[in-house]
């Protein structure tokens, strides 16, 4: 069982940068490829980004590509997501989500563990 908690979201302007941390429960962080998924009101949940084990390997979705840079710490449990540029468009609830598999994936039913979510708002 591994439990995620979500956090850094809030109120920023256009073309402002926040820090999204998902901290993770458990011994077995190292096991699980980590995604980070967002729900735009009205909208579908989309794929964001997502990160290997070791965190060696990184892929993103096209919409966020150059802007965000999703990282990990083993050692503290942790999972990031640096959102840098933000657009009005990437106004949502941002989901951090664990998989088994070792690079992850961008098709939701491949995570096992999911978080509450965080709310992040751009606008001026």
């Known amino acids: 069982q591994v439990q995620l908690v979500e956090s850094g979201g809030g109120l920023v302007q256009p073309g402002g940068s926040l820090r999204l941390s998902c901290a993770a429960s458990?011994?077995?962080?190292?096991?699980?490829?980590m995604g980070w998924f967002r729900q735009a009101p009205g909208k579908e949940r989309e794929y964001v980004a997502r990160i290997s084990r070791s965190g060696g390997r990184t892929y993103y979705a096209d919409s966020v590509k150059g802007r965000f840079t999703i990282s990990r710490d083993n050692a503290k449990n942790t999972v990031y997501l640096q959102m840098n540029r933000l657009k009005p468009e990437d106004t949502a609830v941002y989901y951090c989500?664990?998989?088994?598999?070792?690079?992850?994936?961008?098709?939701?039913?491949?995570?096992?563990?999911w978080g509450q979510g965080t709310q992040v708002t751009v606008s001026s």
């Open positions: 989500a664990a998989s088994q598999g070792a690079l992850g994936s961008p098709v939701e039913s491949e995570y096992d563990y």
């Open positions: 458990g011994r077995t962080f190292s096991s699980y490829a």
